[in-house]
């Protein structure tokens, strides 16, 4: 266990995609059938000896604590274990996290307290596997004062705060950008330069160096805003964990400290290196991202037998298909998943993922579509490349995603016609 490093997890910001995130924080969304997103950043903690976690919690953070404490309850306090929330404590005052540095501001204190002599700043709104003890240990290996973790350019279209990290040949970082769709006030004659990166949303910084920038940040604040001009009364609308943390903290250490860059996929760890990573930053990627786990060999391993991702499973019964009531005919499914407690009743599911209690009537049809908990198609309702958010009923005989004018009159669309069904709505 790595006793000497001290962990943070960002799930404060409401985010995309929207609007699965109306009514939950986007670490929350539910993904893969079973899972939330946190899980996977939570699961790369447990797995790499990671046992210190503070997770700064904001937006509609209730489902999130829910889930926090169903399933991640597992360490023990009486070895130096934990996984704890932590909303704005308004110590210093009353106002909401205004950013990712702000939050650690705001905690410097559980960062003084704590007996590690390095921070380990992990996004939690990312589904990516990795092992973080690797990380630790390069960052001890270079001498680094600070080390981010960095994915190929070409996976910056997937998402991410549009930060752009050049590296030499020893890995140290010697540059970085921003792309003009994130920097308010871009350079013209600043280019990106060729090979660069992008930020994974991990980072290791050294404790001193962290409280030395936090303290300068915070006199820099004091003697250029006035605090009651500041708009507090918006939790979650700040900038993205990349965006806050590289503009402030890791651009201006470059020329300063010895700033490393870690290639996440490589071959160190001991998690397969299946180098997937995803923000699912819109509905539309989100969508891909469950779709792509039906595939034959999908992109991301989730059956690596060491590296399991937990959750929180209810004691549902076992997921069944039975013969329709009315018309006999057997529920079938076809290359879908099918969480606990979920039922077919006739119907037929195809390319889909359900997650526990989804009911599908007798003679319903759904095909590529995501199903939360509680959901219920109706006998002989028709969906497809739908999103039914948790708890939904869908009534018999009807039709969703065959007609985009009449879905849009209805629901939200994405630019790639996957239409989405909000909580708890009854059509």
């Known amino acids: 266990m790595h006793v000497d490093t001290l962990t943070f997890v960002f799930a404060m910001a409401r985010g995309e995609p929207e609007p699965l995130t109306r009514h939950r924080t986007k670490a929350a969304v539910p993904f893969g059938g079973k899972y ?80 590690a002599s390095q921070v380990m700043l992990l996004d939690g709104g990312l589904v990516y596997r ?29 998402g991410g705060a549009g930060l752009g ?30 090979g660069v990166e992008a930020p994974l949303g991990a980072y290791v910084i050294d404790k001193a160096l962290l409280l030395s920038r936090l303290d300068r940040l915070a006199a820099a604040e004091a003697s250029a805003v006035d605090p009651a001009s500041v708009d507090e009364g918006a939790p979650g609308a700040f900038p993205g964990v990349w965006a806050d943390i590289g503009r402030h903290l890791l651009a201006p250490l470059i020329p300063e400290q010895a700033v490393f860059g870690y290639r996440f996929g490589g071959e160190r760890g001991r998690v397969t290196p299946d180098r997937y990573w995803a923000d699912l930053g819109s509905i539309d990627a989100y969508f891909r991202a469950n779709m792509a786990l039906l595939e034959a060999e999908p992109p991301l391993d989730l059956y690596q037998p060491d590296w399991n991702i937990l959750t929180y499973q209810g004691q549902f019964p076992p997921a069944r298909t039975v013969p329709g009531s009315v018309s006999g005919t057997e529920g079938i499914f076809v ?42 198609v109706g006998a002989g309702a028709q969906i497809r490349r739908c999103i039914c958010d948790k708890d939904v009923v869908i009534p018999a005989g009807a039709k969703i995603g065959f007609d985009r004018g009449e879905d849009e009159a209805r629901f939200f669309v994405s630019p790639q016609g996957i239409v989405v069904i909000p909580k708890g709505q009854r059509l």
């Open 335 to 376: 290359n879908s998943m099918l969480a606990a407690g979920s039922v077919i009743h006739g119907g037929g599911v195809s390319h889909s993922v359900l997650f526990p209690q989804v009911q599908v009537d007798d003679g319903a049809i759904v095909d590529e579509a995501i199903l939360f908990e509680g959901v219920r």
């Open 130 to 158: 990795m092992d973080y003890a690797e990380l630790i240990d390069f960052h001890r290996e270079q001498g680094a004062a600070v080390t981010c973790a960095l994915r190929r350019q070409e996976d910056a279209a997937a």
């Open 36 to 115: 939330r997103v946190i899980d996977f950043t939570l699961a790369n903690c447990l797995h790499s000896g990671l046992r210190q976690i503070l997770v700064l919690t904001q937006y509609k953070s209730h489902s999130l604590h829910k889930h926090l404490r169903d399933a991640w309850s597992l360490f023990n306090p009486q070895l130096g274990e934990f996984i704890t929330p932590v909303p704005p404590q308004m110590r210093d005052g009353i106002g909401w996290y205004r950013g990712a540095l702000d939050a650690l501001r705001q905690n410097r204190y559980l960062i003084e307290r704590s007996p």
């Open 165 to 194: 990290i050049a590296c030499d040949a020893a890995g140290r970082i010697i540059g970085m950008t921003l792309a003009p769709d994130t920097d308010p006030d871009p350079d013209p004659a600043q280019q990106t330069p060729a």
